[in-house]
Structures are given as C-alpha cells and as structure tokens.
C-alpha cells in the first residue's frame, strides 16, 4: 500500500494536486479520517485497496454520497458494488498468471527462479448509477475509453 501510495502522490505532484494521507489500520480508524476530511473537505477521494478497506467500502462509499465526493478505487467490482470508478489492473489477467505460475512450481520449477511480473492490462469502471446520484456527468471521452460500464 506504502508503494501505490508513494505512485499516487507523485502524480499529484506532477498534476499540481494536493494529496491529504489518511491511513487507517484498524476499523476504528475510518471515523477519524472522516473528521479530518469533514475539517477539510477534499476534491475527490482515492480508496487504496487492501483487505480493511475493502471489508469497510460500504463506510467510503457513505461517506463519498454524503459529501457528493467523487471517489476513484484500484478494483473494478468495488465500481460494481457503489463506487463510483475503478482503475486498476485487471485482476482477470493477474489470476491468469498467478495460475500459470502455480502450475510451473507444481512441474517441479524453483519459485526464486519464477519471473516477477507486473500487470500489462488496466482496467477502467464506471458506474453511472453512482455519478448520476453524486451529481456528476461523466464526459463522453472518458466513457469511450471504459472496459466496464454499470447503467
């Protein structure tokens, strides 16, 4: 997370945006970086996926409602479930190369000979559902470019 954070940052350098670090650790934690978004209201929001965030999205996707926050997460099906855009690599591809991988060491080969790999495909969800009740109009040249499109 420390990584995609750090990446995340430097983009918004690059774009002259200020990013405002909210880490949670535990669940408890989510109120807290409520009330300091509450103090100082952000233009959008970027959920960094891991396994507490995803167990409390249903609290982001709240939260982003109530404040007509426009919110961007790493994972498509979190687009499925209420968020508003997901871009992030394609999870289908990752499984099918971790299943290849999985294969070879089962074939006998040593996993510190393995390739690392990186993601080749990214993917982009949007879910209109969810614009059109924060009040947003998604423009045509974003939708061209959308893998998955909730109506």
Same mark, same amino acid.
């Given at each position: 997370?420390?990584?995609?954070?750090?990446?995340?940052?430097?983009?918004?350098?690059?774009?002259?945006? !200020?990013?405002? /670090?909210?880490? +949670?650790?535990?669940?408890?934690?989510?109120?807290?970086?409520?009330?300091?978004?509450?103090? !100082?209201?952000?233009?959008?929001?970027?959920?960094?996926?891991?396994?507490?965030?995803?167990?409390?999205?249903?609290?982001?996707?709240?939260?982003?409602?109530?404040?007509?926050? /426009?919110?961007?997460?790493?994972?498509?099906?979190?687009?499925?479930?209420?968020?508003?855009?997901?871009?992030?690599?394609?999870?289908?591809?990752?499984?099918?190369? +971790?299943?290849?991988?999985?294969?070879?060491?089962?074939?006998?080969?040593?996993?510190?000979?393995?390739?690392? *790999? *990186? /993601?080749?495909?990214?993917?982009?969800?949007?879910?209109?559902?969810?614009?059109?009740?924060?009040?947003?109009?998604? /423009?045509?040249?974003?939708?061209?470019?959308?893998? !998955?499109?909730?109506?």
């Amino acid at each position: 997370m420390t990584l995609r954070f750090h990446a995340s940052q430097a983009a918004a350098q690059v774009l002259d945006v !200020e990013v405002q /670090p909210l880490g +949670v650790r535990e669940p408890d934690d989510f109120e807290e970086a409520f009330a300091a978004m509450r103090r !100082e209201l952000p233009d959008g929001i970027l959920m960094v996926s891991d396994a507490l965030t995803i167990l409390n999205r249903q609290r982001v996707y709240d939260f982003a409602a109530a404040h007509h926050l /426009p919110a961007i997460y790493e994972l498509h099906f979190l687009v499925r479930d209420g968020g508003l855009m997901a871009y992030g690599p394609d999870q289908d591809e990752s499984f099918e190369r +971790v299943a290849a991988l999985v294969d070879r060491i089962l074939k006998g080969a040593r996993p510190a000979d393995l390739p690392f *790999e *990186e /993601p080749t495909g990214f993917r982009l969800a949007i879910n209109l559902k969810t614009a059109k009740a924060l009040g947003l109009t998604i /423009p045509d040249s974003l939708l061209t470019l959308t893998d !998955e499109l909730i109506e």
